[in-house]
């Protein structure tokens, strides 16, 4: 079994986890939310080649998937869960022509987006307004996704993604909790 993989809706699936040069929020932890790196960590593993796909998002931090959360569990015959924004996407289908399926996940509005960014107590306004920004650019692109999900009650959000794996993994011939 591949390392933190993990069987969601009754298949084999791993969700790679990001790294970041941001600062970590409360709550969350090193190796389990993201890879927290340092500015010179990140730029060492872009020129090595590390990296599946890598951005400067909202204008401030380097976001990025190492090769090392993605390969080793797709050789392994695991699903993988990339939690990324539309340009590590766009990489993603270059990479991975007609070997991924790409959810956008949408937000009813920005309005909506404002409240629950405020309602963390995380982001100073500087950040709140770069986040606001950089998500109407990218809702803007939400064209380019295969499906689009909109988490307006996330139970139902969470159900609606579940159902698409589902889908997804039975298309490709998977049974249910099977590594074929």
């Not at 939310?33 to 990140?42: E, I, L, M, Q, V």
């Not at 080793?72 to 990489?91: E, K, T």
Request: charged residues 30%; proline residues 5%.
């Amino acid at each position: 079994m591949v390392e933190g993989a993990l069987e969601v809706c009754r298949f084999p699936l791993r969700r790679a986890v990001t790294a970041t040069t941001r600062d970590p929020r409360p709550g969350e932890e090193a190796g389990r939310d993201y890879h927290f790196w340092p500015r010179k960590r990140f730029e060492e593993a872009i020129a090595g080649g590390e990296l599946l796909e890598y951005a400067v998002v909202h204008g401030m931090d380097y976001y990025g998937t190492p090769r090392t959360e993605v390969d080793g569990a797709r050789l392994a015959g695991f699903g993988v869960l990339l939690v990324i924004d539309v340009q590590g996407a766009a990489a993603v289908r270059r990479l991975y022509p007609g070997d991924h399926r790409s959810v956008f996940l949408d937000v009813p509005n920005l309005g909506e987006l404002e409240r629950r960014l405020r309602g963390r107590n995380t982001e100073t306004e500087e950040r709140i307004a770069r986040r606001l920004a950089t998500a109407a650019q990218e809702m803007a692109r939400a064209g380019e996704f295969d499906l689009r999900v909109v988490n307006a009650h996330l139970p139902d959000a969470v159900q609606e993604l579940a159902r698409i794996i589902d889908d997804e993994f039975a298309t490709r011939g998977f049974t249910p909790c099977s590594t074929n």
